[in-house]
Protein backbone atom coordinates (compact mmCIF):
# COMPACT_ATOMS: atom_id res chain seq x y z
CA UNK A 1 0.00 0.00 0.00
CA UNK A 2 1.42 3.60 -0.76
CA UNK A 3 -0.10 6.65 1.00
CA UNK A 4 1.50 10.03 1.07
CA UNK A 5 1.99 10.15 5.01
CA UNK A 6 2.25 6.13 5.67
CA UNK A 7 5.00 4.57 5.98
CA UNK A 8 5.81 1.39 4.18
CA UNK A 9 3.17 -0.95 6.57
CA UNK A 10 4.18 -4.35 5.11
CA UNK A 11 7.89 -5.01 5.73
CA UNK A 12 8.92 -8.55 6.54
CA UNK A 13 8.44 -9.64 10.70
CA UNK A 14 11.60 -9.74 12.44
CA UNK A 15 9.85 -12.91 14.22
CA UNK A 16 8.10 -14.03 11.07
CA UNK A 17 9.15 -18.22 10.87
CA UNK A 18 11.56 -19.58 9.29
CA UNK A 19 11.53 -21.64 6.18
CA UNK A 20 12.25 -24.39 8.28
CA UNK A 21 8.94 -23.90 10.29
CA UNK A 22 6.90 -26.76 10.28
CA UNK A 23 4.16 -26.59 7.87
CA UNK A 24 0.53 -26.00 8.74
CA UNK A 25 -2.20 -28.43 7.48
CA UNK A 26 -5.56 -27.22 6.25
CA UNK A 27 -7.25 -27.85 9.37
CA UNK A 28 -4.85 -26.73 11.81
CA UNK A 29 -4.86 -23.44 10.46
CA UNK A 30 -8.78 -23.28 10.32
CA UNK A 31 -8.80 -24.50 13.87
CA UNK A 32 -6.25 -22.04 14.81
CA UNK A 33 -7.31 -19.05 13.04
CA UNK A 34 -10.35 -19.49 14.05
CA UNK A 35 -9.33 -19.48 17.66
CA UNK A 36 -8.13 -16.09 17.31
CA UNK A 37 -10.81 -14.83 15.61
CA UNK A 38 -12.72 -16.15 18.86
CA UNK A 39 -10.43 -14.42 21.18
CA UNK A 40 -11.25 -11.20 19.27
CA UNK A 41 -14.78 -12.01 20.38
CA UNK A 42 -14.29 -12.93 23.55
CA UNK A 43 -12.13 -9.96 24.64
CA UNK A 44 -15.42 -7.68 23.45
CA UNK A 45 -17.41 -9.91 25.46
CA UNK A 46 -15.24 -8.89 28.46
CA UNK A 47 -15.05 -5.40 27.42
CA UNK A 48 -18.70 -4.85 27.14
CA UNK A 49 -19.57 -6.26 30.38
CA UNK A 50 -16.72 -4.73 32.28
CA UNK A 51 -17.34 -1.08 31.15
CA UNK A 52 -18.66 1.83 33.15
CA UNK A 53 -20.32 4.22 30.56
CA UNK A 54 -22.84 3.71 28.89
CA UNK A 55 -22.02 4.45 25.32
CA UNK A 56 -19.65 1.37 25.53
CA UNK A 57 -21.58 -0.94 27.73
CA UNK A 58 -25.20 -0.17 25.62
CA UNK A 59 -24.40 1.26 22.74
CA UNK A 60 -21.12 -1.09 21.64
CA UNK A 61 -18.86 1.83 21.01
CA UNK A 62 -15.61 -0.07 20.95
CA UNK A 63 -13.74 -2.54 19.19
CA UNK A 64 -10.77 -5.26 20.02
CA UNK A 65 -8.16 -7.17 18.00
CA UNK A 66 -4.78 -9.38 17.81
CA UNK A 67 -2.28 -8.07 15.86
CA UNK A 68 1.40 -9.66 14.92
CA UNK A 69 4.58 -8.70 16.67
CA UNK A 70 5.14 -5.95 13.65
CA UNK A 71 1.42 -4.58 14.31
CA UNK A 72 -0.49 -5.78 11.32
CA UNK A 73 -3.88 -6.84 12.21
CA UNK A 74 -4.94 -10.35 11.98
CA UNK A 75 -7.80 -10.86 13.93
CA UNK A 76 -11.18 -9.03 14.61
CA UNK A 77 -13.97 -8.90 16.20
CA UNK A 78 -16.36 -7.09 13.88
CA UNK A 79 -18.04 -4.11 15.84
CA UNK A 80 -16.85 -0.76 14.73
CA UNK A 81 -14.99 -1.07 10.95
CA UNK A 82 -13.83 2.92 11.89
CA UNK A 83 -12.55 1.75 14.54
CA UNK A 84 -11.06 -1.24 13.31
CA UNK A 85 -8.93 -0.48 10.21
CA UNK A 86 -7.37 2.19 11.92
CA UNK A 87 -5.93 0.43 15.40
CA UNK A 88 -3.00 -1.33 14.04
CA UNK A 89 -1.41 2.05 13.07
CA UNK A 90 -1.62 2.51 17.00
CA UNK A 91 0.19 -0.15 17.42
CA UNK A 92 3.14 0.86 14.53
CA UNK A 93 3.35 4.53 16.79
CA UNK A 94 3.58 1.83 19.78
CA UNK A 95 7.08 0.12 18.28
CA UNK A 96 8.65 3.29 16.71
CA UNK A 97 8.42 4.68 20.33
CA UNK A 98 9.27 2.18 22.48
CA UNK A 99 10.95 -0.28 20.63
CA UNK A 100 13.64 -1.70 22.75
CA UNK A 101 11.77 -1.01 25.97
CA UNK A 102 8.83 -2.91 25.59
CA UNK A 103 7.99 -5.54 29.04
CA UNK A 104 5.88 -7.79 29.60
CA UNK A 105 2.47 -6.86 31.04
CA UNK A 106 3.11 -3.02 29.77
CA UNK A 107 0.08 -1.49 28.90
CA UNK A 108 0.36 1.26 26.37
CA UNK A 109 -2.24 4.27 25.66
CA UNK A 110 -2.75 6.37 22.64
CA UNK A 111 -5.62 8.39 21.58
CA UNK A 112 -3.63 10.88 18.59
CA UNK A 113 -5.00 11.70 15.70
CA UNK A 114 -1.66 12.17 14.20
CA UNK A 115 0.14 9.08 15.50
CA UNK A 116 -2.41 6.77 14.30
CA UNK A 117 -5.29 7.18 16.46
CA UNK A 118 -9.22 8.76 14.68
CA UNK A 119 -10.11 11.29 17.37
CA UNK A 120 -9.26 12.28 20.93
CA UNK A 121 -12.65 10.19 22.55
CA UNK A 122 -11.71 6.83 20.70
CA UNK A 123 -8.89 5.82 23.37
CA UNK A 124 -6.55 2.88 22.54
CA UNK A 125 -5.14 0.50 24.92
CA UNK A 126 -2.61 -2.00 23.27
CA UNK A 127 -0.13 -4.77 25.31
CA UNK A 128 2.74 -6.64 24.19
CA UNK A 129 2.48 -10.54 24.06
CA UNK A 130 6.00 -11.76 25.11
CA UNK A 131 6.77 -15.85 24.92
CA UNK A 132 10.43 -16.10 26.66
CA UNK A 133 10.90 -12.49 26.26
CA UNK A 134 10.81 -11.99 22.62
CA UNK A 135 7.16 -10.00 21.15
CA UNK A 136 5.15 -12.20 19.32
CA UNK A 137 2.01 -10.45 19.49
CA UNK A 138 -0.43 -7.76 20.64
CA UNK A 139 -3.93 -7.36 21.54
CA UNK A 140 -5.70 -4.34 22.02
CA UNK A 141 -8.95 -2.50 22.32
CA UNK A 142 -10.10 0.86 21.01
CA UNK A 143 -13.33 2.31 22.83
CA UNK A 144 -15.42 5.62 22.12
CA UNK A 145 -14.97 7.28 26.01
CA UNK A 146 -17.67 9.91 26.99
CA UNK A 147 -15.58 12.62 28.19
CA UNK A 148 -12.03 13.37 27.50
CA UNK A 149 -11.66 16.72 28.13
CA UNK A 150 -11.39 20.07 25.77
CA UNK A 151 -14.04 23.04 25.63
CA UNK A 152 -17.02 20.84 25.07
CA UNK A 153 -18.34 17.80 27.72
CA UNK A 154 -18.22 14.79 25.21
CA UNK A 155 -14.73 16.04 23.88
CA UNK A 156 -16.50 16.62 20.41
CA UNK A 157 -17.00 20.24 18.42
CA UNK A 158 -18.22 21.21 14.80
CA UNK A 159 -16.54 24.61 15.32
CA UNK A 160 -13.18 23.90 16.71
CA UNK A 161 -10.35 25.14 14.89
CA UNK A 162 -7.59 23.16 16.62
CA UNK A 163 -6.95 19.34 17.88
CA UNK A 164 -5.67 20.98 21.21
CA UNK A 165 -9.69 23.03 22.06
CA UNK A 166 -10.73 18.95 21.51
CA UNK A 167 -9.11 17.13 24.51
CA UNK A 168 -6.01 15.56 25.88
CA UNK A 169 -3.85 14.58 23.62
CA UNK A 170 -2.10 11.26 24.41
CA UNK A 171 0.84 10.23 22.31
CA UNK A 172 1.67 6.83 22.90
CA UNK A 173 2.32 6.60 26.72
CA UNK A 174 2.62 3.80 28.78
CA UNK A 175 -0.40 3.17 31.37
CA UNK A 176 0.74 0.14 32.79
CA UNK A 177 4.82 -0.74 33.04
CA UNK A 178 5.33 -4.17 33.95
CA UNK A 179 1.74 -4.86 35.27
CA UNK A 180 1.67 -1.44 37.77
CA UNK A 181 -0.48 1.17 37.23
CA UNK A 182 1.55 4.43 36.04
CA UNK A 183 0.03 6.60 38.62
CA UNK A 184 1.50 9.70 37.72
CA UNK A 185 -0.70 9.34 33.95
CA UNK A 186 -3.80 8.49 35.82
CA UNK A 187 -3.57 11.81 37.96
CA UNK A 188 -2.59 13.48 34.80
CA UNK A 189 -5.88 12.33 33.58
CA UNK A 190 -7.96 12.39 36.29
CA UNK A 191 -7.68 16.27 36.22
CA UNK A 192 -8.48 16.39 32.55
CA UNK A 193 -11.77 14.57 32.47
CA UNK A 194 -15.13 15.90 33.28
CA UNK A 195 -16.01 12.26 34.81
CA UNK A 196 -12.63 10.71 36.07
CA UNK A 197 -14.52 7.37 37.29
CA UNK A 198 -16.36 6.87 34.25
CA UNK A 199 -13.03 7.14 32.01
CA UNK A 200 -10.35 5.38 34.22
CA UNK A 201 -12.95 2.40 34.68
CA UNK A 202 -13.18 2.38 31.23
CA UNK A 203 -9.70 2.32 30.55
CA UNK A 204 -8.96 -0.58 33.05
CA UNK A 205 -11.48 -2.62 31.57
CA UNK A 206 -9.96 -1.99 28.62
CA UNK A 207 -6.94 -3.39 30.10
CA UNK A 208 -8.91 -6.13 31.06
CA UNK A 209 -9.99 -7.62 28.09
CA UNK A 210 -6.82 -6.85 26.34
CA UNK A 211 -5.25 -9.41 29.44
CA UNK A 212 -8.08 -11.62 28.12
CA UNK A 213 -6.55 -11.70 24.67
CA UNK A 214 -2.84 -12.32 26.05
CA UNK A 215 -4.28 -15.42 27.61
CA UNK A 216 -5.82 -16.76 24.68
CA UNK A 217 -2.84 -16.21 22.34
CA UNK A 218 -0.54 -18.02 24.88
CA UNK A 219 -2.52 -20.86 25.27
CA UNK A 220 -2.57 -21.04 21.79
CA UNK A 221 1.49 -20.71 21.62
CA UNK A 222 1.55 -23.43 24.30
CA UNK A 223 -0.54 -25.79 22.20
CA UNK A 224 0.82 -25.23 18.33
CA UNK A 225 4.36 -23.89 19.53
CA UNK A 226 5.47 -20.25 18.82
CA UNK A 227 6.78 -20.90 15.92
CA UNK A 228 3.83 -22.49 14.20
CA UNK A 229 1.50 -19.73 15.51
CA UNK A 230 3.70 -17.19 14.10
CA UNK A 231 3.64 -18.94 10.63
CA UNK A 232 -0.36 -19.42 11.28
CA UNK A 233 -0.74 -15.43 11.75
CA UNK A 234 1.30 -14.59 8.53
CA UNK A 235 -0.78 -16.91 6.87
CA UNK A 236 -3.73 -15.22 7.77
CA UNK A 237 -3.01 -12.21 6.08
CA UNK A 238 -1.43 -13.84 3.35
CA UNK A 239 -4.74 -15.94 2.27
CA UNK A 240 -6.96 -12.23 2.63
CA UNK A 241 -4.01 -10.37 0.27
CA UNK A 242 -4.57 -13.72 -2.10
CA UNK A 243 -8.78 -14.38 -1.82
CA UNK A 244 -9.12 -10.23 -2.46
CA UNK A 245 -6.46 -10.10 -5.14
CA UNK A 246 -8.55 -13.35 -7.01
CA UNK A 247 -11.58 -11.38 -6.36
CA UNK A 248 -10.19 -8.35 -8.19
CA UNK A 249 -8.49 -10.46 -10.94
CA UNK A 250 -12.55 -11.80 -11.66
CA UNK A 251 -13.68 -8.34 -12.32
CA UNK A 252 -14.01 -5.85 -15.18
CA UNK A 253 -10.73 -4.00 -15.49
CA UNK A 254 -11.85 -0.08 -15.30
CA UNK A 255 -12.33 3.57 -13.87
CA UNK A 256 -15.09 4.99 -10.99
CA UNK A 257 -15.26 8.11 -10.15
CA UNK A 258 -17.72 10.25 -7.41
CA UNK A 259 -18.24 12.47 -5.54
CA UNK A 260 -20.13 13.39 -2.49
CA UNK A 261 -20.41 16.98 -0.35
CA UNK A 262 -20.47 17.81 3.35
CA UNK A 263 -23.01 20.30 4.31
CA UNK A 264 -19.97 23.04 5.28
CA UNK A 265 -16.95 22.47 7.02
CA UNK A 266 -18.35 22.38 10.66
CA UNK A 267 -18.40 25.87 11.25
CA UNK A 268 -21.10 27.07 8.45
CA UNK A 269 -18.83 27.60 5.45
CA UNK A 270 -19.42 26.29 2.31
CA UNK A 271 -19.90 22.53 1.37
CA UNK A 272 -16.97 20.22 1.47
CA UNK A 273 -15.87 18.01 -1.65
CA UNK A 274 -14.81 14.47 -1.04
CA UNK A 275 -14.14 12.73 -4.33
CA UNK A 276 -12.62 9.23 -5.57
CA UNK A 277 -10.76 8.27 -8.43
CA UNK A 278 -10.79 4.37 -8.65
CA UNK A 279 -8.81 2.30 -11.35
CA UNK A 280 -8.69 -1.40 -11.31
CA UNK A 281 -6.36 -3.29 -13.09
CA UNK A 282 -5.90 -6.85 -13.18
CA UNK A 283 -5.78 -7.83 -9.30
CA UNK A 284 -5.26 -4.66 -8.03
CA UNK A 285 -7.35 -1.37 -6.84
CA UNK A 286 -5.67 1.99 -7.50
CA UNK A 287 -7.18 4.90 -5.43
CA UNK A 288 -7.07 8.26 -5.71
CA UNK A 289 -8.40 10.76 -3.11
CA UNK A 290 -6.65 14.13 -4.40
CA UNK A 291 -9.83 15.51 -6.05
CA UNK A 292 -11.10 16.40 -2.38
CA UNK A 293 -10.80 19.73 -1.13
CA UNK A 294 -8.37 21.22 1.54
CA UNK A 295 -9.00 20.39 5.10
CA UNK A 296 -11.93 22.47 6.74
CA UNK A 297 -11.54 24.91 8.89
CA UNK A 298 -13.93 23.30 11.64
CA UNK A 299 -13.53 19.70 12.94
CA UNK A 300 -14.95 17.98 9.76
CA UNK A 301 -11.27 16.14 8.63
CA UNK A 302 -10.22 13.14 8.43
CA UNK A 303 -7.18 12.24 9.98
CA UNK A 304 -5.10 9.20 7.78
CA UNK A 305 -6.01 6.43 10.29
CA UNK A 306 -9.84 6.90 9.66
CA UNK A 307 -9.59 7.49 6.12
CA UNK A 308 -7.53 4.58 6.26
CA UNK A 309 -10.10 2.65 7.69
CA UNK A 310 -13.19 3.86 5.24
CA UNK A 311 -10.48 2.49 2.13
CA UNK A 312 -10.89 -0.81 3.86
CA UNK A 313 -14.19 -0.55 4.63
CA UNK A 314 -15.97 0.09 1.43
CA UNK A 315 -13.61 -2.70 -0.37
CA UNK A 316 -14.62 -5.06 1.53
CA UNK A 317 -17.97 -4.52 1.18
CA UNK A 318 -17.79 -4.19 -2.70
CA UNK A 319 -15.33 -6.67 -3.47
CA UNK A 320 -15.25 -9.32 -0.67
CA UNK A 321 -18.37 -8.87 1.66
CA UNK A 322 -18.46 -12.51 2.70
CA UNK A 323 -14.66 -12.70 3.70
CA UNK A 324 -12.98 -12.26 6.92
CA UNK A 325 -10.51 -9.01 6.96
CA UNK A 326 -7.56 -8.40 7.99
CA UNK A 327 -4.59 -5.96 6.93
CA UNK A 328 -3.97 -8.48 4.21
CA UNK A 329 -6.32 -6.66 2.31
CA UNK A 330 -4.26 -3.10 2.31
CA UNK A 331 -1.85 -4.92 -0.07
CA UNK A 332 -3.61 -4.97 -3.00
CA UNK A 333 -4.40 -1.21 -2.92
CA UNK A 334 -2.29 1.60 -3.96
CA UNK A 335 -3.59 4.77 -2.38
CA UNK A 336 -3.10 8.57 -3.69
CA UNK A 337 -4.19 10.61 -0.63
CA UNK A 338 -2.43 14.05 -0.23
CA UNK A 339 -1.48 15.96 2.90
CA UNK A 340 -3.96 19.02 3.57
CA UNK A 341 -6.69 17.99 1.99
CA UNK A 342 -10.24 17.11 3.94
CA UNK A 343 -9.19 13.30 4.07
CA UNK A 344 -5.26 13.53 5.20
CA UNK A 345 -4.84 16.89 6.96
CA UNK A 346 -1.72 18.71 8.32
CA UNK A 347 -2.19 18.88 12.12
CA UNK A 348 -3.24 20.79 14.29
CA UNK A 349 -6.33 20.52 12.05
CA UNK A 350 -8.98 19.69 14.44
CA UNK A 351 -10.76 16.29 13.87
CA UNK A 352 -13.27 15.72 16.32
CA UNK A 353 -16.07 15.12 14.02
CA UNK A 354 -14.43 13.17 11.83
CA UNK A 355 -16.75 10.24 11.76
CA UNK A 356 -19.69 12.12 9.68
CA UNK A 357 -16.59 12.87 6.83
CA UNK A 358 -15.35 9.16 6.79
CA UNK A 359 -19.25 8.51 6.28
CA UNK A 360 -19.42 10.58 3.34
CA UNK A 361 -15.73 8.78 2.14
CA UNK A 362 -16.94 5.57 2.40
CA UNK A 363 -20.40 5.86 0.50
CA UNK A 364 -18.48 8.34 -2.08
CA UNK A 365 -15.74 4.78 -2.64
CA UNK A 366 -18.55 2.22 -2.23
CA UNK A 367 -20.43 4.87 -5.39
CA UNK A 368 -17.06 5.00 -7.50
CA UNK A 369 -16.65 1.41 -7.02
CA UNK A 370 -20.45 0.54 -8.22
CA UNK A 371 -19.77 3.13 -11.38
CA UNK A 372 -16.83 0.52 -12.76
CA UNK A 373 -18.85 -2.78 -11.30
CA UNK A 374 -22.78 -1.56 -11.80
CA UNK A 375 -23.92 -5.07 -11.13
CA UNK A 376 -22.95 -4.34 -7.71
CA UNK A 377 -25.05 -1.11 -7.15
CA UNK A 378 -26.85 -0.12 -4.07
CA UNK A 379 -29.03 3.12 -3.39
CA UNK A 380 -26.95 4.83 -0.77
CA UNK A 381 -27.71 4.92 3.49
CA UNK A 382 -27.62 8.10 5.40
CA UNK A 383 -24.41 9.49 6.69
CA UNK A 384 -26.39 11.94 8.69
CA UNK A 385 -24.48 10.25 12.16
CA UNK A 386 -26.92 12.83 14.75
CA UNK A 387 -25.06 12.97 17.43
CA UNK A 388 -26.12 14.86 20.81
CA UNK A 389 -23.58 15.31 23.74
CA UNK A 390 -24.41 17.17 27.13
CA UNK A 391 -22.59 18.34 30.40
CA UNK A 392 -25.57 16.78 32.74
CA UNK A 393 -25.91 15.55 35.74
CA UNK A 394 -26.66 12.45 37.50
CA UNK A 395 -30.81 12.84 38.74
CA UNK A 396 -30.12 11.07 41.96
CA UNK A 397 -26.22 11.78 43.24
CA UNK A 398 -26.43 15.79 41.67
CA UNK A 399 -22.70 14.28 40.18
CA UNK A 400 -21.71 15.75 37.13
CA UNK A 401 -21.93 13.87 34.33
CA UNK A 402 -21.47 13.92 30.54
CA UNK A 403 -24.42 11.96 27.59
CA UNK A 404 -23.39 10.90 24.19
CA UNK A 405 -25.90 9.86 22.31
CA UNK A 406 -26.01 8.78 18.21
CA UNK A 407 -29.39 8.75 16.19
CA UNK A 408 -29.00 6.16 12.83
CA UNK A 409 -30.99 6.07 9.74
CA UNK A 410 -31.99 4.18 6.99
CA UNK A 411 -29.89 2.05 4.71
CA UNK A 412 -30.01 2.01 0.99
CA UNK A 413 -32.10 -0.23 -0.88
CA UNK A 414 -30.63 -3.09 -3.11
CA UNK A 415 -32.04 -5.16 -6.22
CA UNK A 416 -33.57 -8.00 -4.16
CA UNK A 417 -34.80 -5.90 -0.55
CA UNK A 418 -35.77 -2.85 1.08
CA UNK A 419 -33.24 -1.38 3.12
CA UNK A 420 -32.89 -1.10 6.98
CA UNK A 421 -34.85 1.23 9.28
CA UNK A 422 -32.97 2.97 12.22
CA UNK A 423 -29.67 1.28 12.18
CA UNK A 424 -26.07 3.09 12.32
CA UNK A 425 -24.93 2.83 8.92
CA UNK A 426 -21.56 2.19 6.49
CA UNK A 427 -18.17 2.20 9.07
CA UNK A 428 -20.44 2.34 12.46
CA UNK A 429 -22.36 -0.15 14.53
CA UNK A 430 -23.34 1.49 17.26
CA UNK A 431 -27.23 1.31 19.21
CA UNK A 432 -29.44 4.25 20.04
CA UNK A 433 -28.94 4.88 23.36
CA UNK A 434 -32.02 3.10 25.58
CA UNK A 435 -34.33 5.43 27.58
CA UNK A 436 -34.06 4.29 30.39
CA UNK A 437 -30.26 4.52 30.81
CA UNK A 438 -31.05 7.98 29.45
CA UNK A 439 -33.21 9.27 32.09
CA UNK A 440 -31.31 7.18 35.30
CA UNK A 441 -28.04 8.90 34.71
CA UNK A 442 -28.51 12.45 33.10
CA UNK A 443 -31.07 14.87 33.74
CA UNK A 444 -32.67 14.56 30.20
CA UNK A 445 -35.71 13.02 29.32
CA UNK A 446 -36.34 11.41 26.13
CA UNK A 447 -39.62 12.59 24.74
CA UNK A 448 -39.90 10.43 21.73
CA UNK A 449 -38.20 7.86 19.78
CA UNK A 450 -40.02 6.36 16.30
CA UNK A 451 -39.20 5.77 12.97
CA UNK A 452 -39.91 8.84 10.22
CA UNK A 453 -42.72 7.90 7.98
CA UNK A 454 -41.85 9.46 4.54
CA UNK A 455 -38.13 9.58 5.32
CA UNK A 456 -36.97 7.01 2.89
CA UNK A 457 -35.81 7.32 -1.40
CA UNK A 458 -38.91 4.86 -3.09
CA UNK A 459 -37.93 2.29 -6.22
CA UNK A 460 -39.07 -1.19 -6.61
CA UNK A 461 -37.36 -1.61 -3.57
CA UNK A 462 -37.52 1.65 -1.13
CA UNK A 463 -34.75 2.29 1.73
CA UNK A 464 -34.72 2.24 4.93
CA UNK A 465 -36.56 4.56 7.79
CA UNK A 466 -34.97 6.78 9.53
CA UNK A 467 -35.71 7.77 13.06
CA UNK A 468 -37.28 11.08 15.18
CA UNK A 469 -35.76 11.30 18.73
CA UNK A 470 -36.51 14.02 21.11
CA UNK A 471 -34.41 15.06 23.99
CA UNK A 472 -35.42 17.55 26.82
CA UNK A 473 -33.06 19.30 29.42
CA UNK A 474 -34.23 19.13 32.80
CA UNK A 475 -33.35 21.12 35.95
CA UNK A 476 -30.39 23.07 34.98
CA UNK A 477 -28.55 24.62 32.09
CA UNK A 478 -26.46 22.26 29.93
CA UNK A 479 -23.86 22.90 27.75
CA UNK A 480 -24.77 20.59 24.20
CA UNK A 481 -23.23 19.72 21.22
CA UNK A 482 -24.90 18.24 18.24
CA UNK A 483 -24.44 17.78 15.20
CA UNK A 484 -25.58 15.99 11.72
CA UNK A 485 -24.60 15.91 7.97
CA UNK A 486 -27.42 15.48 5.17
CA UNK A 487 -29.67 18.79 6.39
CA UNK A 488 -28.67 20.01 3.36
CA UNK A 489 -31.11 18.32 0.81
CA UNK A 490 -28.75 18.61 -2.12
CA UNK A 491 -26.85 16.05 -0.35
CA UNK A 492 -29.52 13.79 1.09
CA UNK A 493 -29.15 9.71 0.43
CA UNK A 494 -29.21 9.19 -3.44
CA UNK A 495 -31.01 6.41 -5.03
CA UNK A 496 -30.13 3.68 -7.80
CA UNK A 497 -31.00 2.37 -10.99
CA UNK A 498 -34.24 4.91 -10.89
CA UNK A 499 -34.67 5.06 -7.23
CA UNK A 500 -35.11 8.39 -5.94
CA UNK A 501 -33.47 10.22 -3.11
CA UNK A 502 -34.38 9.90 0.89
CA UNK A 503 -35.06 13.21 2.75
CA UNK A 504 -32.75 15.59 4.31
CA UNK A 505 -31.87 15.41 7.85
CA UNK A 506 -33.91 17.91 9.87
CA UNK A 507 -32.84 19.44 13.27
CA UNK A 508 -35.50 21.20 15.38
CA UNK A 509 -34.19 23.05 19.36
CA UNK A 510 -37.84 24.47 20.66
CA UNK A 511 -37.22 27.22 23.83
CA UNK A 512 -39.10 26.42 26.53
CA UNK A 513 -41.74 29.06 26.06
CA UNK A 514 -42.23 26.72 22.84
CA UNK A 515 -40.97 29.16 20.06
CA UNK A 516 -38.20 27.54 17.30
CA UNK A 517 -34.97 28.56 18.17
CA UNK A 518 -32.90 29.79 15.73
CA UNK A 519 -29.75 27.73 15.63
CA UNK A 520 -27.04 25.86 13.22
CA UNK A 521 -27.66 22.38 12.33
CA UNK A 522 -24.11 22.13 14.28
CA UNK A 523 -23.60 23.69 17.44
CA UNK A 524 -22.17 23.58 21.11
CA UNK A 525 -24.85 26.07 23.01
CA UNK A 526 -26.05 26.06 26.92
CA UNK A 527 -29.87 25.05 26.97
CA UNK A 528 -32.03 26.16 29.01
CA UNK A 529 -34.16 23.68 31.08
CA UNK A 530 -37.58 22.43 29.04
CA UNK A 531 -35.69 23.22 25.50
CA UNK A 532 -36.56 20.60 23.65
CA UNK A 533 -34.22 19.17 20.42
CA UNK A 534 -35.80 17.36 17.66
CA UNK A 535 -33.73 15.05 15.44
CA UNK A 536 -35.40 13.38 11.97
CA UNK A 537 -33.01 11.22 10.32
CA UNK A 538 -32.34 10.57 6.80
CA UNK A 539 -33.91 7.06 5.66
CA UNK A 540 -31.83 5.49 2.84
CA UNK A 541 -32.10 6.04 -0.54
CA UNK A 542 -34.62 3.87 -2.71
CA UNK A 543 -33.63 1.41 -5.95
CA UNK A 544 -35.65 0.93 -9.29
CA UNK A 545 -38.47 2.44 -10.51
CA UNK A 546 -41.49 3.12 -7.82
CA UNK A 547 -44.02 1.81 -10.39
CA UNK A 548 -42.92 -1.69 -10.67
CA UNK A 549 -42.98 -2.26 -7.23
CA UNK A 550 -44.78 -5.39 -6.00
CA UNK A 551 -48.21 -4.49 -5.28
CA UNK A 552 -48.52 -6.03 -2.21
CA UNK A 553 -45.20 -4.11 -0.86
CA UNK A 554 -47.55 -0.87 -1.26
CA UNK A 555 -50.38 -2.45 0.54
CA UNK A 556 -48.00 -3.14 3.34
CA UNK A 557 -46.05 0.64 2.99
CA UNK A 558 -49.88 2.29 3.51
CA UNK A 559 -50.87 -0.03 6.00
CA UNK A 560 -47.74 0.25 8.44
CA UNK A 561 -47.74 3.75 7.62
CA UNK A 562 -44.49 3.90 6.15
CA UNK A 563 -44.84 6.72 3.40
CA UNK A 564 -47.09 9.43 3.88
CA UNK A 565 -50.50 9.45 1.87
CA UNK A 566 -50.31 11.41 -1.16
Partial sequence: MNATTAPSEHAPSEHAPSEHAPSIGTVTFEVASAALQSAAEEMGSVLKRSSYSPIIRDMDDFSCAIFTATGELVAQADYIPAQLGAMSLVVKSVLRRWEGRINENDAFICNHPYQGAMHLPDVNIVTPIMVDGELIAWAGTAAHHIDVGGVNPGSEGP???????????????????????????VDLLTENF???????????????????????????????????????????????ETAVAKLLQGLPDGVGEAEGALDDDGRGGAPTRVHARIEKRGDRLHIDLSGSDRQTAGAMNIPWASA???????????????????????????????????????????????????????????RAMYAIWPDRAVASSTVSFFCFNAGSTNPSTGIPSVMADVVGGGTGANAWSDGLDGVDTYMSNVG???????????????????????????????????????????????????????????????????????????????????????????????????????????????????????????????????????
Fill in 194 to 240: RDPLSTLSDLRAQRASCKLGEERVHELARLYGTAQLLQIMQRMLDVV
Fill in 159 to 185: ELTEIYGEGVIIPPLRLSVAGVENEEL
Fill in 432 to 566: VMPTEVVETNYNIRIRKTEFRAGSQGLGAFNGGLGLVREYEILAHPQHVTFYSEQTDARFAPEGASGGSRAAATIITVIGPDGEELDTPMKASRILEPGTIVRVETAGGGGFGDHAQREPELVKWDMREERIHAS
Fill in 308 to 366: RAALVYAVRCVVAPGLGSNDGLLRVLDITAPEGTVVNPIPPAAVSIRHNSCQRLADTLI
